[in-house]
């Protein structure tokens, strides 16, 4: 199972930005894709997953309102639409598929992860 992770970048703040994760290597099935972050000093947070058949979106409460996740099934892939980015924004973003039973919020129920894209908001 391989994530790709992209789209980060440097951005003013009340910009925004597209990530983007592509999956491959196996199906999932109905399996949740998730994305979290980390700042640095600070602990991973839940920022938005969706699954890959049912079209659920969930949330954390720093993405809601501002930022959407979507998913192209062609494609494989999920994307992160980050709208009115604020510096508290700043993070590595990573893209994750849940694989256990748990809840979407906890990073722990997520197996396979990508290797992050840098997303720097500046004030």
């Known amino acids: 199972v391989q994530l790709q992770a992209s789209g980060g970048g440097l951005v003013q703040a009340g910009g925004s930005l597209r990530l983007s994760c592509v999956a491959s290597?196996?199906?999932?099935?109905?399996?949740?894709m998730g994305w979290f972050r980390q700042a640095p000093g600070k602990e991973r947070e839940f920022v938005a997953a969706?699954?890959?058949?049912?079209?659920?979106?969930y949330y954390g409460d720093s993405a809601k309102g501002r930022f959407t996740i979507a998913r192209d099934n062609a494609k494989n892939t999920v994307y992160l639409h980050m709208n009115s980015l604020k510096p508290e924004d700043t993070a590595i973003y990573y893209c994750?598929?849940?694989?256990?039973?748990?809840?979407?919020?906890?990073?722990?129920?997520?197996?396979?992860w990508g290797q992050g894209t840098q997303v720097t908001v500046s004030s």
């Open positions: 994750a598929v849940h694989t256990g039973v748990g809840r979407l919020q906890d990073s722990s129920e997520y197996a396979y």
């Open positions: 290597g196996r199906t999932f099935g109905d399996h949740a």
């Open positions: 969706i699954r890959w058949i049912s079209d659920s979106p």
